[in-house]
């Protein structure tokens, strides 16, 4: 394409787009004269404006004006602390809170496992102290019974011992009753006691001894002679008995 063509070319666009709006503009009244004359019987109300309208453009606001810079921050002076003197607690106080503070350090909750041991040694140490219990005094009533039985073993005993004394007494003041003569003008109080000392067959070691006269010397005398007379005197053949005898006091009344 030369140079003159393309030159001409833009310039045809242009005068067809120029008789194209002139032809629209003649078209366009004579369609809406040819309307308005087939409804005339239609009334319009028509505003006449002198010019189009025109759209109010909002005023360009100003932009803000920019703050104030913040003034410079004050610098405070930090205050210095107050110095705290720490009071002097009594030795006596100051021991009790660190022997506190110590045993709440040892304070160790305890596991289960060892909670259950010490139930454990705590019952079994229960059980053997009651045993020893049951069995101190089972061993004091033993004991209670044994001294009790002895008790009554010796009590049969001495009266077992006392009745034969008695009866080994009587047949010696028997049979030196038998050998006493009668003393008259003696009164049925009246008692002489003499000490002997006997053999095991029974005979004399020596003389009586006259221990409580009667107040009456013949019968003192008498009763003297009566006890000489009456050797062998009976005396138990039980060694146990025996010694009972050796020393006897004998009470002689008429």
């Given at each position: 394409?030369?140079?003159?063509?393309?030159?001409?070319?833009?310039?045809?666009?242009?005068?067809?787009?120029?008789?194209?709006?002139?032809?629209?503009?003649?078209?366009?009244?004579?369609?809406?004269?040819?309307?308005?004359?087939?409804?005339?019987?239609?009334?319009?109300?028509?505003?006449?404006?002198?010019?189009?309208?025109?759209?109010?453009?909002?005023?360009?606001?100003?932009?803000?004006?920019?703050?104030?810079?913040?003034?410079?921050?004050?610098?405070?002076?930090?205050?210095?602390?107050?110095?705290?003197?720490?009071?002097?607690?009594?030795?006596?106080?100051?021991?009790?809170?660190?022997?506190?503070?110590k045993s709440?350090?040892?304070?160790v909750?305890?596991?289960?496992?060892?909670?259950?041991?010490?139930?454990?040694?705590?019952?079994?140490?229960?059980?053997?102290?009651?045993?020893?219990?049951?069995?101190?005094?089972?061993?004091?009533?033993?004991?209670?019974?044994?001294?009790?039985?002895?008790?009554?073993?010796?009590?049969?005993?001495?009266a077992?011992?006392?009745?034969?004394?008695?009866?080994?007494?009587?047949?010696?003041?028997?049979?030196?009753?038998?050998?006493?003569?009668?003393?008259?003008?003696?009164?049925?109080?009246?008692?002489?006691?003499?000490?002997?000392?006997?053999?095991?067959?029974?005979?004399?070691?020596?003389?009586?001894?006259?221990?409580?006269?009667?107040?009456?010397?013949?019968?003192?005398?008498?009763?003297?002679r009566?006890?000489?007379?009456?050797?062998?005197?009976?005396?138990?053949?039980?060694?146990?008995?025996?010694?009972?005898?050796?020393?006897?006091?004998?009470?002689?009344?008429?």
């Amino acid at each position: 394409m030369s140079a003159a063509a393309a030159y001409r070319e833009p310039h045809f666009f242009v005068a067809g787009a120029l008789a194209l709006a002139v032809h629209l503009a003649f078209f366009v009244p004579l369609y809406f004269a040819t309307r308005w004359q087939s409804h005339s019987s239609e009334k319009y109300m028509v505003e006449m404006w002198d010019s189009l309208p025109t759209t109010e453009v909002a005023p360009k606001q100003e932009p803000a004006p920019a703050p104030p810079p913040p003034p410079p921050p004050v610098r405070m002076e930090p205050t210095p602390p107050a110095k705290v003197v720490a009071p002097v607690l009594p030795p006596v106080k100051a021991e009790i809170e660190i022997r506190d503070k110590k045993s709440k350090k040892a304070e160790v909750k305890p596991s289960p496992a060892k909670t259950d041991e010490k139930k454990e040694k705590a019952a079994a140490k229960a059980r053997q102290e009651a045993e020893q219990r049951e069995l101190a005094a089972y061993e004091a009533n033993s004991e209670q019974r044994r001294q009790a039985v002895q008790a009554q073993v010796r009590a049969e005993v001495t009266a077992a011992t006392q009745t034969q004394i008695d009866r080994y007494q009587d047949m010696i003041r028997n049979k030196i009753r038998r050998k006493m003569r009668t003393v008259s003008d003696v009164p049925e109080s009246a008692e002489a006691i003499f000490k002997v000392t006997l053999l095991p067959d029974g005979m004399l070691m020596g003389d009586p001894v006259l221990v409580k006269s009667s107040g009456f010397p013949t019968y003192d005398d008498a009763a003297e002679r009566a006890i000489l007379s009456a050797e062998p005197l009976p005396v138990p053949t039980d060694v146990s008995l025996q010694k009972m005898f050796r020393e006897l006091k004998l009470s002689i009344k008429p």
